[in-house]
């Protein structure tokens, strides 16, 4: 079964650092551009950053630019979001996705994790 | 950034209904326009790719249409496991933005 599965969240202190993971399974990991999205309590979908299949190609929202650190393991098929400086602003359920098309980075997204809560507070 | 602005923000109808949602992007996008679903609590999930190709699996009262600056979104019969949210997202250039949603509720 082709799954994506986050784990890292909880809660954390303002200006606090937490790394989120993202498990990979039922398909070939290396192949596929990956991306982090986020939504805060009660609000819309907002876009976090991307990775490109091999790595080497990142992009960030304005809004996590300089804080947050997109990267992956191919060898673990997995996928990281280290956050840091964290705000109010960036409490919400972050998911993880895979990109329909190989290679590509940008695309429809087919296959999300079920998410994994950010608590930012003191 | 491309804005996406879906309208309407709520939408409250029968079962049964024909069921539209319109989205305009801020420039042109060509076909590049995903429509999502997500239920309260779930993860999104995508329903139709390039403004109008079905996801496998996905089931057929579910439709797109739309090129260059504005898509359209239909559900042919409303069903009662419809009610959700149902979010546009560009995907021509980075960042991939989304619309703010669309609630959909039964009457």
């Known amino acids: 079964e082709v799954q994506l599965v986050e784990s890292g969240g909880g809660l954390v202190q303002p200006g606090g650092s937490l790394r989120l993971s993202c498990a990979a399974s039922g398909f070939t990991f290396s192949s596929y551009a990956m991306h982090w999205v986020r939504q805060a309590p009660g609000k819309g979908l907002e876009y976090v950053s991307a990775i490109s299949s091999n790595g080497g190609s990142t992009y960030y929202a304005n809004s996590v630019k300089g804080r947050f650190t997109i990267s992956r393991d191919n060898s673990k098929n997995t996928l990281y979001l280290q956050m840091g400086s964290l705000r109010a602003e960036d409490m919400a359920v972050y998911y993880c996705?895979?990109?329909?098309?190989?290679?590509?980075?940008?695309?429809?997204?087919?296959?999300w994790g079920q998410g994994t809560m950010v608590t930012v507070s003191s | 950034d491309i804005q996406m602005t879906q309208s309407p923000s709520s939408l409250s109808a029968s079962v049964g209904d024909r069921v539209t949602i319109t989205c305009q992007a801020s420039q042109d996008i060509s076909n590049y326009l995903n429509w999502y679903q997500q239920k309260p609590g779930k993860a999104p999930k995508l329903l139709i790719y390039d403004a109008s190709n079905l996801e496998t699996g996905v089931p057929s009262r579910f439709s797109g249409s739309g090129s260059g600056t504005d898509f359209t979104f239909t559900i042919s019969s409303l069903q009662p496991e419809d009610i959700a949210t149902y979010y546009c997202q560009q995907y021509d250039n980075l960042p991939p933005t989304f619309g703010q949603g669309t609630k959909l509720e039964i009457k």
């Open positions: 996705a895979r990109v329909l098309e190989q290679w590509l980075v940008l695309g429809a997204f087919d296959i």
